[in-house]
């Protein structure tokens, strides 16, 4: 983002007295102004100007480029941190968030063992169904916010733990975006799934939507997961989102939870 936009000056800000200016400019018609400069740090988030795992500029360069005072910059970036966009590291800076990060692959896992927890347990052995290009249904499409008919990929795979397969998951992708995304890409890459979607399409997920209940599998499902096919599953549908609530991703996963639970933080 190379224009620097006009603000009315923080009282706060270097260079200001008492909320008065040499040049006065016009205060847009929303505020507070700390929302105004979270809406601009998010521009240069989605346009790729830090990319993941990449620091920012320091609040005081910030505060400088925007013409706002350290403070406002530094309420900006408690939100976005608080929403798991920014990082801060002590002593070192504020950082892109990365789904590369140890402690990020899981923040969208929610299945986790009833004995240790998902970093003991250890990776899960990933096996890879099938990729294919095909046209959205009706419901895929009002998911992803497409046009019924528009290019889509769909993607499935299992997830085993200890050799036991323990997650089905069927998965729906924006054909555009992930072009060129194909079952020998998926298989190849050994990272978290959403590591692979930031690092080589540039797409990060930010936040996600999830319905959850209990089913039972059909004749196919149970044979994937080598269970009998009256075995009750947790159904986790999952709608995921990149910058600007642009949905990204459907997922439907099915869970076989006799040795795993799902877990939520809720507060």
Known sequence: MNQTPSFALDPAAPGTEGGASAQPTQTPAFSPLY??????ILQSLQSGEWKPGEAIPSEMDLAARFRVSQGTVRKAIDELAAENLLLRRQGKGTFVATHAEQHVQYRFLRLMPD????????PAERTIIDCKR???SADVARALALRTGDSVLQARRVLSFAGRPTILEDLWLPGTPFKGLTA????????PMYALFETEFGVRMVRAEEKIRAVLPDAAQATLLKIPKNTPLLSVERIAYTYNDVPMELRRGLYLTDTHHYHNELG
Request: proline share 0%.
């Open 184 to 191: 020998e890409r998926l298989s190849l890459y050994h990272g």
């Open 134 to 136: 095909l046209r959205a």
């Open 35 to 40: 929302q105004q400069i979270k809406g601009l």
């Open 115 to 122: 004995q240790g927890d998902n970093q003991s347990e250890g």
